[in-house]
């Protein structure tokens, strides 16, 4: 079983920084892909930004220019880091991590409140 550890939410004004981290139990260089997914009250949890095959990056248009997802594979940690926060951007964040034939797993989610 693989655990994933996120971290980083908090309470931000509008147009601030924070850098969320997802901390997997196992070697993330060998994981098939990597994402972080956001899911706001009543709305469903959709794809934020996402690592494929460690090198291709892609992002939902409309996080695009603001948020940046990266890895440290030597520390088997995601990030996600996110400037010029909106209060569209208040969700609970949750790092994904699969593995080919071995399962997918998600992090216990970390809140996002972005307001003045």
């Known amino acids: 079983q693989v655990q994933l550890v996120d971290s980083g939410g908090g309470l931000v004004q509008p147009g601030g920084s924070l850098r969320l981290s997802c901390v997997a139990s196992?070697?993330?260089?060998?994981?098939?892909?990597m994402a972080w997914y956001r899911q706001a009250p009543g709305k469903q949890r959709d794809l934020v930004a996402l690592i494929e095959t460690g090198t291709t990056t892609r992002y939902a248009d409309s996080v695009m220019g603001r948020f940046t997802i990266s890895s440290i594979n030597a520390n088997n940690t995601l990030f996600l880091q996110m400037n010029n926060l909106k209060p569209e951007d208040t969700a609970v964040y949750y790092c994904?991590?699969?593995?080919?034939?071995?399962?997918?797993?998600w992090g216990q989610g970390t809140q996002v409140t972005v307001s003045s």
């Open positions: 196992r070697n993330i260089i060998s994981a098939t892909a």
């Open positions: 994904y991590m699969v593995w080919y034939a071995r399962g997918e797993y």
